[in-house]
C-alpha cells in the first residue's frame, strides 16, 4: 500500500498568507517550502512541488478529502512516454484578480518543467481559478511548451484531472471504493446512470462513437462520485462537444481511478499545446448539486436552457401513436381521439412510420395521399379539438432519395466511405450527414420551416440513439480544419431547428429521445422536454428524473415515457408523477390494433382495469400537475431511505417516498416552524400531523405520495 503522507504533513505546515482583493475575499493562497494552497469558503485546493494536487471539501471546522493524494493530475503522452515528473518553479507563481465570463475571480499560476522524449524540456503551466458565483468548484486550465521546439515529438493523449480516490479517508468503516458514482457514457445496454461502486467497477464513458461496443457516443462529460460524507466531481467545460474519455475503475488495491483523457490523432507538438479546460468540484449530499453548479459554469459558456413557463403545453400528458407500430393508419388515430380526450390528454405524438424511409421524410401515400395538404388537414383537425401535435424525426441523417440528390452531404471516414452502423442505418437505406456542411444547417432550417410552419405540428419527438452524436468526418470536398469538425457541429443542428420551431410557434414542444442513452449536454439548450428514455425499470425513470432536473433546471418539462414500457403497473404511473414527472401512454383501443412486437413486449390495449387506472391517474396529474413545480434537492437518492423525492408547488411541498414495502418512518424535511396535515393525495386521506420537520411512522408498498398542509388557525 502506498502511503498517504500528502494528506498529513500539509495541515501542520506554517503558510504564509497573502491578502485578497480588497473588495472582498474571493480566494487565498497560502505558500510552504513545499506545498501552496488555494482555497474559498468552500473548497481547499493544495499542491505539492510536482504539482501533485488534492482537493477539500469545507464542512463547517471539517476538511473533507477522498483523494488518495500523490497523483499528477495534468500531464501528456508525447511519442509513448507519460511527461508527468514536473517540478514548480517558485520564482513564477502568480496570483491575480480576475473578471471574466464567469464573474469575479482569482486565478493561480504554477509553472514547472520536465523531461521528455528525445531530449526535449516540456513546460507545464497550470491555471486554476476560482469564483464567487460557484464557490464550490475550481477551473484548470494547462498549457504545455516545447521549450525548445524539439523536433519529431507527437502529442498522443493529454490527462486531465486524474486522481484516485478512497473512501475510508472519510469513512473509516467502509471499503476503498464504497462510493455512488454517476457517469455519462452512453451505453447500447441502457445501463443505470447513477449506481454503486463494486469492486470491479470498469467504465469507460467514451464520448464518441463506437459501435462496435454498442456507444452511440454523446453524454455528459462529467464524473460525479460521492458517499454519506463528501462529494466530488471532475467535468470537461470546453464549450464543443469532444471525443474525450471520463473512465472510472477500481483498481487492483480497492482504490476508484477516475480521469479525463483526451486521445489525439496526428497532433505534432511544435511549440504550445493547449489542453482542454476542465472542472473540479466538491459538494455534500449526492450528484445534484455537483451538476447544479456544472450546470450554472456552462451557462456562462453560452449553454443556456430554455426555462418553459409554468402554463406551457409543454407539461401536458402525453399520448404517443407507436402503440400502433410504424404501419398506423389516419384512421386508428382519429378513432382513438375520443378516448384521448376523455381521459385529459393534450398532446398527440405521431411517431415513427408516417415516411416511407427515415431520412428521406415525405408522407406516406397511404396515410397522407395528398401529401402537404393533408398533413395540414390532419393538423388543423387536432388542433379544433383543442390537441396539440408532435412529430416523430431523426435529425442529420439521410435515406436514398436526399443521398443521391446530395452526396456532397455525407459524412465519411478515412477511406472515404459513408459512415454507418448496424443498428438503424444500412448501406442501401441511409447514412449520416455532416453537420458541419452549412447547406446541411440549412436543410434543417427548411425541413423545420416545412413541418412546423406549414403542415402545423406543434412541436418534434426526435428520436433514435442517433441523435447523440457523429463520428469524425475525413471528406475532402468538406475542406475542415480537421476532422473533428462534424462531432463540434452536431448542437448547431438542433440551435438552428429549436430556434427556427420556435419562432413559427413560442409554445413548441421540442422532445429530445435519445432511446436509453445519456442524453448529450451540448443539445440540451436546444429542447424543452427531457425524457426518462426507454427506461428499463421505474428506478430509471425516476433518478433520471433527478438528473435532467439537475441539468436542465428544477422546472424542467420531464416526460416519463410512456407507462406501458416494460412491465405495466399502477405504480408506474407514482413513479413518474411523484417525481415531477410527465406520464405518457401508447394505448390502443383493441388488441389488434397494438402492433405485434409491442404486444409481447408490453401490452398497450386499455382493458377495464388499466382504464379505471388511467382515468384516476391522469385526473390526478392535471390536478396537481406536478410537473411545473420546483424539484427540491432535500435528499440523497443513494443513502436516504426510503428513496425520497420532494416537488414545490407554490408553497406546498410533495413528497414521494419509494421502496418494495416500507414500514417504518418517513423524515418530511424542509417544512417550516408551523403546524401541518399530512395528507396520501391519491387515497385523499390524513395520514398524521406534523409541527416543523420531522418524521411520521407509516407503511406502504411500492410508494406513497403525500403533501404537507399548513393548518389555518
Same mark, same amino acid.
Given at each position: @500500500? ?12 506554517l ?14 493562497? !497560502? ?26 471539501r ?17 500531464y ?34 504554477? !509553472? ?31 498549457? #504545455? ?28 468503516d ?127 459558456n ?32 382519429i378513432?382513438?381521439?375520443?378516448? %384521448? ?12 412510420? /408516417? ?5 428521406d ?5 397511404n ?23 408532435k412529430l /416523430? ?44 456542411v ?12 416545412? @413541418?412546423?410552419?406549414? /403542415? ?28 473533428e469538425?462534424?462531432v ?33 449536454f451540448?443539445? @440540451? ?35 416519463? =415515457? @410512456?407507462?406501458?414500457?416494460?412491465? #405495466? ?47 384516476? /391517474? ?44 416500507? =414500514? ?41 405520495? %403525500? ?7
Amino acid at each position: @500500500m502506498v502511503k498517504n503522507s500528502f494528506h498529513y504533513f500539509l495541515l501542520p505546515l506554517l503558510l504564509l498568507a497573502v491578502s485578497c482583493s480588497e473588495k472582498g475575499k474571493v480566494a487565498s493562497f !497560502s505558500k510552504g517550502d513545499n506545498v501552496f494552497s488555494f482555497e474559498n469558503s468552500s473548497l481547499k485546493i493544495v499542491f505539492d512541488q510536482k504539482t501533485n494536487c488534492n482537493v477539500y471539501r469545507k464542512s463547517g471546522d471539517k476538511l473533507l478529502s477522498v483523494i488518495h493524494a500523490g497523483e499528477q493530475p495534468h500531464y501528456l503522452v508525447i511519442n509513448g512516454e507519460a511527461v508527468k515528473d514536473f517540478t514548480v518553479d517558485k520564482e513564477k507563481i502568480k496570483l491575480t484578480d480576475i473578471e471574466t465570463n464567469y464573474g469575479r475571480g482569482k486565478r493561480l499560476q504554477l !509553472s514547472g518543467t520536465a523531461d521528455g522524449p528525445l531530449g526535449s524540456v516540456i513546460e507545464k503551466t497550470l491555471f486554476v481559478e476560482l469564483y464567487e458565483s460557484f464557490p464550490n468548484a475550481a477551473l484548470f486550465r494547462v498549457e #504545455y511548451r516545447n521549450t525548445d521546439s524539439t523536433p519529431g515529438l507527437f502529442i498522443e493523449k493529454e490527462v486531465n484531472n486524474s486522481f484516485t480516490l478512497d473512501a475510508t479517508l472519510v469513512k473509516q468503516d467502509s471499503s476503498r471504493h464504497s462510493f455512488w458514482i454517476l457517469q455519462g457514457g452512453s451505453y447500447d445496454s441502457r445501463p443505470d446512470w447513477i449506481l454503486p461502486v463494486s469492486k470491479d467497477f470498469s467504465a469507460e464513458n467514451y464520448q464518441g462513437q463506437n459501435w462496435k461496443v454498442s456507444e452511440s457516443g454523446g453524454g455528459l462529460p462529467l464524473l460525479d462520485v460521492w458517499n454519506e460524507e463528501t462529494g466530488f466531481f471532475i467535468g470537461s467545460v470546453r464549450d464543443k462537444p469532444t471525443l474525450l474519455s471520463l473512465p472510472a475503475r477500481v483498481n487492483a488495491e480497492g482504490y476508484l481511478e477516475i480521469s479525463i483523457q483526451y486521445n489525439r490523432e496526428d497532433v505534432e507538438f511544435e511549440e504550445v499545446y493547449r489542453a482542454i479546460p476542465t472542472v473540479v468540484g466538491v459538494h455534500g449530499g449526492d450528484f445534484y448539486d455537483g451538476l447544479k453548479t456544472y450546470k450554472n459554469i456552462m451557462e456562462k459558456n453560452g449553454f443556456k436552457m430554455i426555462e418553459p413557463d409554468s402554463s406551457s403545453s409543454v407539461y401536458d400528458a402525453v399520448f404517443c401513436a407507436w402503440g400502433f407500430g410504424p404501419n398506423f393508419t389516419k384512421e386508428q388515430i382519429i378513432d382513438i381521439l375520443p378516448q %384521448v380526450e376523455e381521459l385529459g390528454l393534450k398532446v398527440v405524438t405521431i411517431d415513427m412510420g /408516417w415516411f416511407y424511409i427515415n431520412g428521406d421524410y415525405r408522407p406516406r401515400d397511404n396515410i397522407f395521399p395528398a401529401g402537404a395538404a393533408d398533413m395540414k388537414k390532419f393538423t388543423d383537425s387536432l388542433h379544433e379539438k383543442g390537441l396539440k401535435a408532435k412529430l /416523430w424525426i431523426t435529425p442529420n441523417i439521410a435515406g436514398p432519395e436526399l443521398m443521391k440528390e446530395h452526396p456532397e452531404w455525407l459524412l465519411r471516414d478515412k477511406d472515404g466511405k459513408l459512415l454507418k452502423h448496424g443498428i438503424y442505418l444500412t448501406a442501401d437505406s441511409a447514412a449520416y450527414l455532416c453537420p458541419a456542411v452549412k447547406e446541411v444547417q440549412e436543410y434543417h432550417r427548411q425541413l423545420t420551416e416545412t @413541418m412546423i410552419g406549414e /403542415w402545423g405540428y406543434d412541436g418534434f419527438k426526435i428520436d433514435q440513439s442517433l441523435v447523440n452524436s457523429v463520428g469524425r468526418c475525413y471528406a475532402e470536398s468538406h475542406n475542415h480544419d480537421y476532422p473533428e469538425e462534424s462531432v463540434e457541429a452536431l448542437p448547431e443542428i438542433y440551435k438552428i431547428m429549436a430556434e427556427t420551431a420556435l419562432s413559427i410557434k413560442p409554445d413548441a414542444i421540442l422532445e429530445v429521445c435519445p432511446c436509453g442513452m445519456f442524453p448529450d449536454f451540448y443539445k @440540451m439548450p436546444y429542447y424543452n422536454q427531457p425524457i426518462s428514455s426507454d427506461p428499463n425499470t421505474p428506478w430509471q425513470t425516476r433518478h433520471r428524473a433527478k438528473v435532467l432536473k439537475a441539468l436542465m433546471g428544477p422546472r424542467a418539462a420531464y416526460l416519463g =415515457d @410512456m407507462v406501458e414500457r416494460r412491465v #405495466y403497473k399502477e405504480s408506474n404511473f407514482a413513479t413518474m408523477v411523484g417525481v415531477g414527472g410527465i406520464p405518457e401512454t401508447m394505448f390502443t383501443l383493441t388488441e389488434e390494433d397494438n402492433f405485434h412486437i409491442l404486444r409481447k413486449k408490453f401490452p398497450g390495449y386499455l382493458n377495464p382495469q388499466k382504464k379505471k387506472d388511467f382515468t384516476k /391517474w391522469f385526473y390526478l396529474y392535471q390536478k396537481f400537475k406536478l410537473s411545473n413545480g420546483e424539484y427540491m434537492n432535500l435528499y440523497d437518492i443513494a443513502y436516504d431511505k426510503p428513496e425520497t423525492h420532494v416537488i414545490k408547488k407554490e408553497t406546498i411541498l410533495y413528497f414521494a417516498f419509494y421502496a418494495p414495502v416500507w =414500514d417504518g418512518d418517513i423524515e418530511l424535511r424542509g417544512l417550516e416552524n408551523k403546524d401541518y396535515v399530512i395528507e396520501d393525495y391519491v387515497n385523499n386521506k390524513e395520514i398524521g400531523r406534523i409541527k416543523g420537520s420531522g418524521k411520521l411512522k407509516v407503511h406502504f408498498e411500492e410508494f406513497l405520495l %403525500v403533501r404537507a398542509l399548513p393548518i389555518k388557525n
